[in-house]
């Protein structure tokens, strides 16, 4: 039985912090997009754009290409969310506030577009707009996870908030850690995916995030949706782009975040049982991150490249990460991991 989250108007957990306007490129690997967004709370630091480079022909492992009916389901064009019986059970079901959403949209800008709300600390989402409607999708979910976080927490505690597409969207207690400690957990050969700066700007840098590690998952789902975006462009839209590895961001922050559970398991063991959200949302986010993104990506590799699979295959098989794909298979079962990550 689906759960209902009372709307606290008043409680702010995250302060926006406005500085005026900054201006932003290379939010998901583009070289020609240029983003406007308020300087709040949510990621401020530039990222860097990736060289662009020789597409190989993609040699993407098919030990995943026959699919249970559950897993399947996720790759049907009908379902942008992909969500899990397990997480069901936490989800925030937001109204559709507009119909009018971005002409230059396809499903996913326009899904986010259209759930934006009115509330404490909420921007308008006009203000994360970008040409590029992949960065302005990645944009406009910092918004809506701010907006959530600051208007639907009624554990009080610290959380927060993210959207996840078709109206769900759900808030996550912070665990007692902080940002700077999951560093450590992070090999080196899944650091800066094929030259990306990602883990010099966010996991060392951002340092006003540092008692809120879940930013780690924030940045995640912003570049999940923006990559869900750019392969609805190249699927609806012939998309011309001049950005590349439009995936990378959600392959790289899904190592991270495996990371930050790992971290979370050896310094906040209680974390878990306290916090039953971060688990199935976790799972949901890796699942969308290799199913509908790697390999449903791999048609446009302008979406996913050879560097992508290679990264991916190191997590899959490099001793370094060795503790990396043991925490999945202790905390998010052997038969998940083999099915979904094929470890």
Known sequence: MKKTLILLLSLVMFTSISCGDETLNFINGSSDATVTRPNTD??????????????????????????????????????????????????IHLS???????????????????????????????????SDPDTYAHEATHGLNACIRNNYNNTGEVVNGFYLLEGNAIVVREPHI?????????????KNMDGTKRYN????????????????????SAYTNGA??????????????????????????????????LAISELDPGYFKREPRFIPLYKHLVEKAVIQILQGGASYPKVVDQSMVNYFEKFKTDSSAEKLRNFVRTYMGTGWAKKVLDI
């Not at 597409?55 to 379902?79: F, G, H, R, T, Y």
């Not at 902080?178 to 899944?190: C, G």
């Not at 609806?236 to 990371?259: H, P, V």
């Open 42 to 91: 949510e990621n401020s630091n530039q990222e860097p754009g990736v060289k662009d480079q020789e597409q190989d022909q993609l040699q993407v492992p098919d030990s995943k290409q026959d699919k249970d009916a559950d897993i399947d389901n996720l790759n049907n064009e009908e379902d942008l969310s992909g969500l899990q019986d397990e997480l069901s059970d936490y989800l």
């Open 201 to 220: 700007t966010y996991i060392v840098g951002q340092t006003s995030f540092e008692s809120n590690p879940l930013y780690i998952f924030d940045e995640w």
């Open 96 to 130: 559709q506030i507009r119909s009018s959403t971005p002409s230059q949209g396809a499903r996913v800008l326009q899904d986010v577009v259209g759930h934006y709300f009115s509330g404490s600390a909420c921007m308008a989402y006009t203000n994360y707009y970008s």
């Open 178 to 190: 902080k940002k700077s400690q999951v560093a450590r957990y992070i090999p080196d050969t899944l």
């Open 228 to 261: 869900l975006e750019a392969i609805d462009q190249f699927k609806t839209k012939n998309y011309q782009t001049s950005a590349i590895l439009l995936g990378g961001g959600a392959l790289e922050f899904m190592m991270y975040a495996t990371s930050l559970g």
